[in-house]
């Protein structure tokens, strides 16, 4: 056979194989590289609600308040857009549902129980998002996405210092936890299979929950007051408010649903694992908190689970995933 040898195509002597586009490459990777940026907001979403709590705003209602801002902004667009939204059915609200279950339950976690507790049983999530993805929409489960997971997972141990305690809930806010790690997986799924809606319709939807839901959460036993602050206190702190409304919610959900609506869950929930290294980071710069040899240990397992799984599928896979 001239040309071909066992199936394989000879190439002349010299020649090298095509490499591939780099600004493919880069338009393959920006849903993951969206996933990735979004952690930067998510982990430091700290900021404007310790900032809040500061100004005497650490009542329930300023996080419901920043949580329900964006709703406001995107209501023209919602009802515009509603003959759509409303055409696509059960699995955009679905979708939207659980995001928001998934944001006000950790929310309202960490605010009551132990933090680094309910920051691990969250990140139990990439474990239930490859399972749904899995059962769902058919996504392998791969020696190497276990072997992320499994490093992801120990590099979370390290970080919050656990050592051998299992994460098990034994609170409401650990519970909390759990359930919004479940939540989170299970919304990727809807997100990545709602294709027909926009990122946009997406977007609206999920604050069209997540107010209300937060507000829900708080009224279990245990959480914290709702009484409102003075104008004088007010006036203080609106522009943190206005920060957490207008720029850090819109900048988390907006990216992480780019991404997820073209990534597979579990990826998703491997990636933002990187949101506890920035949080921690973030906080050991702005703040007293440590930062040693242990923190710096687990960061660079996280850190290595999230660049395995963004670069360890090559570019066919990469553009698969954002054609999708």
Known sequence: MRGRRDGLTRRPIGTVAALPDPEARLAALAPSLAIVLSTLFWGTLWIPLRALDRAGLGEAWATAGGFTIP?????????VRKRQIVGVGLPLLAAGF????????????????????????????PVWSTLLGRWLLGNPI?????????????????VLGLGDALPLPRTVAEWMGLLSGFCW????????????????DKVFVQFL??????????LIPGGRGWALPSARLLEHSTAWLLLLGLFWMPAVVGLTIYG?????????????????????????????????????????????????????????????????
Do not use: Q
């Open 71 to 79: 709703l406001l902004l995107l209501l023209p667009f919602g009802l």
């Open 98 to 125: 659980l995001m928001a279950a998934a944001i006000a339950l950790y929310a309202e976690g960490l605010l009551r129980g132990y933090v680094a507790r309910v920051i691990l049983l969250f990140y139990l999530t």
């Open 142 to 158: 791969t020696r190497a996405r276990v072997a992320t997971i499994a490093l992801g997972l120990v590099g979370m141990c390290v």
């Open 185 to 200: 997986g299970w919304s990727m799924v809807y997100v990545r299979r709602v294709e027909e809606a926009s990122d946009l």
């Open 209 to 218: 929950f997540l107010g209300a839901l937060f507000v829900l959460f708080t």
């Open 260 to 324: 997820g609506s073209r990534v597979d869950p579990g990826r998703v929930a491997v990636l933002l694992m990187l949101e506890v290294v920035i949080g921690l980071a973030s906080a050991a710069i702005l703040t007293d908190e440590p930062f040693g040899r242990r923190e710096l240990l687990g960061a660079v397992l996280i850190v290595s689970a999230c660049g395995t799984e963004l670069f360890a599928d090559g570019p066919s896979a990469a553009e698969e995933e954002s054609s999708g």
